[in-house]
């Protein structure tokens, strides 16, 4: 017996380590929603330009599941919370397709529904899993911070969804695929050098060792990008007038000179981590 169409549509604005999770208006059963308004908007809040907005569909509707704890869930499967990296399809962008046997098509489905958009909104990471699961976060170039709007995630998100339906009825692909379509946060991991001259006047978190010694400590601070040396490849950082920075005995002064003049040159190798900075 054919199952029951749904979707699911939730926003969550992140901050830091902070998730607020906003309940959808509607039930499962209906294709109509409703987005509240003022709170999230971009021109009332400026946390909005960190924030990670998703939308999220199923094909059929999910069974709600308990966890441990007796609280009943949408039977979505959240993301690994495993460290990020570099092309993990998640905060560290790229595509991880997992030996999913139908990735690739679910992919170059993205990335012809993606052809409709403006050009300046491209694929920052996908990701599938076993269990049928396609994760997808666009980013938006000419936004400061990277986030599209959520009318154009919305809207990416129905296209999508639209297609990986018609491609399933004809046997490509699962029929049964739960999408879920968002923007990068302030976790997003910046590649270096490519993508820390694009937030270049943005405090950044630096994570780094000083040499190439595998038991080398490995350091953090909040910097500001001063320079990229490309001949040399180095990154040149300055102190980010951050309050992590600031001395709590000059409470309310400027840097002092030599806090002003302090540069840290750094080898691209030598980067761990970098990602955008939420004081």
Known sequence: MAMARGMITRMRNTVGAVILLRPPTTTIHTPSFHFP??????????????????????????????????????????????????????????????????????????????MQFNEDIKLFAFKTTPRGYVYVRLDKLTDE???????????????????????????????DLALEVSSPGAERLLKVPDDISRFKGMPMRVCYTEN????????????????????AEMCVWKLADVKENRDPLRKGRPFSRKQKDWRLKLPFNLHRMVTLYLE
């Open 145 to 175: 911070y990277g986030c599209p709007s959520m009318e154009e995630l919305e809207c990416y998100n129905q296209e999508y969804k639209k297609r990986l339906d018609e491609v399933g009825t004809l046997g490509e692909i699962p029929d």
């Open 37 to 114: 308004n003022g709170s999230l908007s971009p021109s009332k809040s400026h946390l909005y330009s960190f924030s990670s907005t998703f939308f999220r569909s199923f094909s059929h509707h999910f069974p709600d599941e308990t966890t441990d704890e007796g609280a009943t869930t949408d039977g979505w499967e959240e993301e690994d919370e495993a460290e990020p990296k570099i092309g993990d399809g998640g905060n560290g962008g790229g595509v991880a397709l997992q030996n999913v046997p139908w990735g690739q098509r679910a992919l170059s489905i993205a990335e012809e529904v993606l």
């Open 212 to 231: 190439i010694e595998s038991n080398s400590p490995e350091r953090d601070g909040v910097f500001l990008l001063d320079s990229i040396e490309k001949d």
